[in-house]
């Protein structure tokens, strides 16, 4: 069964500094791997995406992944964060055939505090 | 625009009682998802639909059960049998197709037992 880890729960950024989340996922196949975002009672916006081809990933936002096959990661970052990006985000790997087509695994999130 | 619908935003129950949440899409989506979230836990998967009249158990699909008689349609039902069940639920649904899924989320009810 595939996993998904996010070692850090919470992460705290003074604004206009970078930003790296982690993320390690382990699955048999090539995985499909997605970054949402949360904002506090809402729902789930979709950041960026991998399926295949160029392993560095360009999103919404001004976000970024690369995937990493050797290290089994796919690390979030932005290289200069806003007041309006804390948030919760989420890493999330795609099973069945289709890339998700039986539901995706998520990790448990990381919470992004930003300093003035 | 096209987009999930999931109502009420909040919901309270009492032991004992069984509710259903409604999660309604007008993407045309062939496959529709229920997860769980609690604090500190992430998403869990419950149910899952991929196509009408079909559905599958998630991870913790217990004290729960589902419906999907039409394709915009996935309404959840939590039952008595759930020992806790307050919590954000999120419904979503997906092209599932071309091995390239677009998942799209509702907002989300919060259910919480009282």
């Known amino acids: 069964a595939q996993s998904v880890t996010q070692p850090d729960i919470h992460i705290t950024v003074s604004e206009g500094a970078s930003l790296e989340l982690r993320c390690n996922y382990s699955y048999g196949a090539t995985p499909y791997l997605f970054w949402y975002v949360q904002s506090p009672g809402q729902g789930l916006q979709l950041l960026l995406k991998?399926?295949?081809?160029?392993?560095l990933v360009q999103g919404i936002k001004g976000f970024e992944a690369e995937f990493k096959r050797s290290q089994s990661s796919f690390n979030l970052r932005k290289p200069s964060v806003h007041w309006s990006d804390a948030a919760e985000y989420f890493c999330?790997?795609?099973?069945?055939?289709?890339?998700?087509?039986?539901?995706?695994?998520f990790g448990k999130g990381t919470h992004l505090i930003i300093q003035p | 625009d096209g987009g999930i619908t999931q109502s009420p935003k909040y919901l309270f129950r009492k032991e004992g009682q069984n509710v259903t949440l409604s999660c309604e899409q007008n993407l045309n989506h062939d496959a529709m998802y229920w997860y769980r979230q609690d604090p500190g836990q992430g998403l869990r998967l419950i149910y899952y639909?991929?196509?009408?009249?079909?559905?599958q158990k998630g991870d913790i699909a217990e004290g729960y059960s589902v419906s999907r008689e039409k394709k915009e349609s996935f309404p959840l039902t939590v039952t008595s049998a759930q020992k806790n069940p307050t919590a954000f639920y999120l419904c979503?649904?997906?092209?599932?197709?071309?091995?390239?899924?677009?998942?799209?989320f509702g907002s989300g009810t919060r259910l919480t037992v009282v």
């Open positions: 991998y399926f295949s081809g160029d392993t």
């Open positions: 999330a790997v795609g099973a069945g055939s289709g890339g998700g087509a039986d539901g995706l695994t």
């Open positions: 639909s991929q196509i009408v009249n079909d559905f």
């Open positions: 979503a649904s997906s092209r599932n197709t071309g091995g390239n899924p677009g998942y799209t």
